[in-house]
């Protein structure tokens, strides 16, 4: 939601009110800020990534209204109505079961992409709570992974689809 316009610096910046992990934040920045730099320097949530910049990595995945998007190529404009998600924000615990699973598999090498990773599990699983390979394939299709852990990764999205099953019963 666009509230005011304003001048920083010589800079014309507007007010936003963005919904980010339950909470709404007030941010003052230029209409074309990418929504990933928002979220790093104006709300201090590193947990998400700039890994390319332009959509093609997918380690600054987060939800956006529950559905897995980068961050990267979206505007703070772009995303003032919508219920933001990060990794900081998918669970306050730290136990989500795409979280626990990763821990269980030990899945993290170097960590960077592991976020964006556990992000795009999670909005997978949320949707389908029992997805064959062909769909966990297609929504990790576009996570890059540098150290090679996708057989990890995708184990671990099966050992939490199997998490989701047991506490539903």
Same mark, same amino acid.
């Given at each position: 939601?666009?509230?005011?316009? %304003? @001048?920083?610096?010589?800079?014309?910046?507007?007010?936003?009110?963005?919904?980010?992990?339950?909470?709404?934040?007030?941010?003052?920045?230029?209409?074309?800020?990418?929504?990933?730099?928002?979220?790093?320097?104006?709300?201090?949530?590193?947990?998400?990534?700039?890994?390319?910049?332009?959509?093609?990595?997918?380690?600054?995945?987060?939800?956006?209204?529950? /559905?897995?998007?980068?961050?990267?190529?979206?505007?703070?404009?772009?995303?003032?109505?919508?219920?933001?998600?990060?990794?900081?924000?998918? %669970? #306050?615990?730290?136990?989500?079961?795409? /979280?626990?699973?990763?821990?269980?598999?030990?899945?993290? /090498?170097?960590?960077?992409? /592991?976020?964006?990773?556990?992000?795009?599990?999670?909005?997978?699983?949320?949707?389908?709570?029992?997805?064959?390979?062909?769909?966990?394939?297609?929504?990790?299709?576009? @996570?890059?992974?540098?150290?090679? %852990?996708?057989? #990890?990764?995708?184990?671990?999205?099966?050992?939490? %689809?199997?998490?989701i099953r047991e506490e539903e #019963?």
């Amino acid at each position: 939601m666009f509230s005011a316009l %304003s @001048n920083r610096g010589g800079i014309a910046v507007a007010r936003y009110l963005l919904r980010v992990n339950g909470e709404r934040h007030e941010v003052d920045v230029e209409d074309d800020t990418p929504l990933l730099w928002v979220l790093r320097d104006e709300l201090g949530l590193t947990g998400v990534k700039y890994g390319c910049g332009v959509g093609l990595c997918g380690a600054c995945t987060s939800h956006v209204d529950g /559905q897995a998007a980068r961050p990267c190529v979206r505007t703070a404009a772009d995303s003032a109505k919508a219920r933001i998600t990060t990794i900081e924000g998918l %669970s #306050r615990d730290g136990n989500h079961p795409v /979280q626990r699973a990763w821990r269980e598999l030990d899945v993290a /090498q170097c960590g960077y992409c /592991q976020p964006g990773q556990v992000m795009a599990a999670a909005a997978l699983l949320a949707r389908d709570p029992d997805p064959d390979d062909a769909a966990i394939e297609e929504a990790l299709r576009d @996570n890059v992974c540098r150290c090679g %852990s996708y057989p #990890r990764i995708r184990a671990a999205v099966r050992r939490a %689809s199997r998490i989701i099953r047991e506490e539903e #019963r």
